[in-house]
């Protein structure tokens, strides 16, 4: 990291700190006068990324997404903000957000956000019985107790609220 930090150090911890503050535009800016090449690297795409989705730039964001994938496939960040961005940008969808995430699912088998989110994302398209399946596959990596808290308070749950509210949470 050091390597891709010097001379950039301080562009690099003012675009960290923007962001921070809520002030996705400035961060960019601060990013803008990296080469090319050092803006494909898999730490400058996520905090790219992150600048563009705090502006609700979801187009930008899914172009940055789509090349942090491809730079860096062995993170799962990059995996679950592509889908992500791909739902939000003018055109996006669920169904792309599903087709692009599900590969993951297999690829991180210690990873509980990609399940969830699978689950999430099938359960809003109505195929409930996919969305128990990676719901299941979600409480087998995780927390069955926090999962199920993020569960019931987030709305792409919502078909599976009332079974979620009945059944007790397998024991991991």
Known sequence: ????????????LAAVGWLELGL??????????????LMEHPWILGLQYSLYSKQLAWTEALAVA???????PDEEAAWV?????????????????LMLLEPAGLLFPEDTTIPFNLAC??????????????????????????????????????PLWPELRTKPSPKK
């Open 81 to 97: 903000s592509r889908s992500y961005a791909a739902r939000r940008y003018p055109g996006g969808s669920l169904a792309e957000a």
């Open 1 to 12: 990291m050091e390597a891709l930090l010097n001379p950039y150090h301080q562009r690099l």
């Open 24 to 37: 996705p535009a400035e961060g960019l800016s601060e990013l803008a006068v990296l080469p090319a090449e």
């Open 121 to 158: 994302y099938q359960a809003q398209l109505g195929n409930l019985k996919e969305a128990r399946r990676w719901w299941a596959v979600a409480l087998s990596r995780g927390d069955a107790g926090e999962l199920r808290q993020r569960a019931l308070a987030d709305p792409d749950f919502e």
């Open 66 to 72: 789509k090349t942090w994938v491809l730079k860096a």
